[in-house]
């Protein structure tokens, strides 16, 4: 009789450790995808808009502004990595400017525009200064002489990477 008790005794033990493990996983399958929602950012992604308006010749005034306003329009787009088109919009970020080989990158970064990331080391709760890469694809700034300075630059902001158009010192010393 003491048989019976036993192994019943183990069984409901055995079920108990199951039910357990089970309700962890499940525990820990659910916070990673809150978290992994929470790290989700939807890209912005615009496409042009498709009309079928009948324009007038060029040599009148209203259709001479309409077209001088698409040639504006058409010069602040630009491709992603995945080849979509995206708007870039005139910004201006301040920033210590740093140097990795030959790439320049605006840490400590400030500024209305200035986009902010998410960190897994803050549960993706918190909203940080994100990192910005500064293209000077002539050369004309001469950004080896402005590292480790603060500075703020002007350009277009196409997913954490500036073109740049304006630079100026706001302090000699990031610290």
Request: aromatic residues 2%; hydrophobic residues 40%; proline residues 3%.
């Amino acid at each position: 009789m003491g048989d019976k008790k036993t192994s019943r005794g183990k069984k409901n033990a055995a079920k108990v450790r199951v039910e357990r493990t089970v309700g962890v996983v499940l525990v820990v399958l659910m916070g990673a995808a809150a978290m992994m929602l929470a790290a989700r950012r939807p890209e912005v992604v615009t496409q042009p808009a498709m009309t079928s308006k009948v324009v007038a010749p060029a040599d009148d005034a209203a259709g001479a502004r309409a077209s001088a306003s698409y040639t504006n329009a058409k010069a602040t787009t630009a491709k992603n990595a995945s080849g979509n088109a995206v708007i870039s919009t005139p910004v201006t970020i301040t920033g210590c400017l740093e140097q990795d080989d030959d790439v320049f990158k605006l840490k400590n970064t400030e500024g209305a525009d200035a986009p902010q990331s998410r960190s897994w080391k803050s549960g993706f709760l918190k909203k940080r200064p994100s990192t910005i890469t500064v293209v000077d694809a002539s050369h004309r700034w001469k950004l080896e002489k402005h590292v480790g300075e603060r500075i703020a630059v002007s350009g277009s902001l196409v997913e954490h990477e500036v073109t740049l158009k304006s630079l100026s010192r706001v302090t000699a010393s990031c610290s």
